[in-house]
């Protein structure tokens, strides 16, 4: 739990600006009073279920169902701990596989999936799944990454030390953990993503964003779920069992002589998509 509560703010302070973002091309809360049944779907820390719930006036909560779902329990154990914490009685926190959801059909009016397609083994799945649990009319809503800057800073960090096996190229790593090939970090690829599972009134765009982490040590606090995830796909055991330590450090050193000890800037991209579930 220790973990998740240093996660949370960096997840907010790097993710919660696209956050807002998502929210507003989703034109979420809608201007209809009707009941709102909203799935924060491979909700990790709760970034979007914060914005979420931080755009609600009181009235529109009381219309709110939003249930937050991931595979890791180490996300929702954390995230259940957020919602007692925040006093939130119309959410939930379930784990669930967003490929294979076991939600009932036409369950959400809105689904939110922050930077999650491109984590699936399979991201047409995932698709396919939003699009089954989904009403009628509902919307989807979902980011990707197109530029991750640790990407290039770590790899000049690995890249100092000759013993320390290489991390890919972004081209690589963008596709690290799905299991089939298709791109998502444009918004020609997305958008026809969106076409071929049958969504409809679709919008497709590149945001940016820059960041700033104050710390090194927030930088070092980051290698975990960054670099080492990374690593973790592409080096053999051995490799990670000899230099998983030494390419942390390695990257960290990097970006603290590059940026003069803190604050680090960077500058993120990401594309986010909206489509509508057709109503018949």
């Not at 030494?246 to 991209?269: F, H, S």
């Amino acid at each position: 739990m220790a973990f998740f509560k240093k996660l949370r703010p960096q997840a907010a302070n790097l993710m919660g600006p696209f956050a807002e973002q998502l929210l507003r091309q989703a034109q979420f809360p809608p201007s209809a009073d009707t009941s709102l049944k909203v799935l924060d779907n491979a909700c990790g820390a709760g970034t979007v279920t914060d914005k979420i719930m931080g755009s609600l006036t009181e009235e529109q909560k009381a219309r709110l169902f939003l249930t937050c779902a991931d595979i890791s329990d180490m996300m929702i154990d954390g995230v259940k701990e957020h919602i007692a914490a925040s006093g939130w009685k119309q959410v939930e926190a379930i784990k669930a596989d967003a490929q294979d959801t076991k939600f009932p059909t036409s369950s959400f009016s809105h689904i939110f999936f922050s930077f999650g397609p491109m984590l699936l083994p399979d991201p047409f799945a995932g698709l396919r799944e939003c699009y089954r649990i989904l009403q009628p009319g509902g919307t989807l809503a979902f980011t990707t990454w197109q530029k991750v800057p640790w990407c290039e800073d770590f790899r000049a960090g690995l890249a100092t030390n000759p013993e320390i096996p290489p991390l890919p190229e972004d081209s690589v790593l963008i596709k690290a953990y799905a299991n089939t090939d298709e791109p998502w970090d444009n918004v020609t690829d997305v958008k026809a993503h969106f076409q071929m599972h049958g969504f409809e009134d679709i919008k497709v765009e590149a945001a940016w964003n820059t960041s700033r982490i104050d710390s090194i040590d927030a930088i070092r606090e980051m290698i975990p779920y960054s670099l080492n995830k990374s690593i973790e796909k592409f080096w053999t055991k051995e490799q990670i069992e000899k230099y998983e330590k030494i390419a942390g450090d390695a990257a960290v050193d990097y970006v603290a002589k590059k940026y003069n000890g803190g604050p680090v800037l960077w500058d993120w991209t990401a594309i986010i998509a909206t489509g509508k579930k057709p109503l018949a």
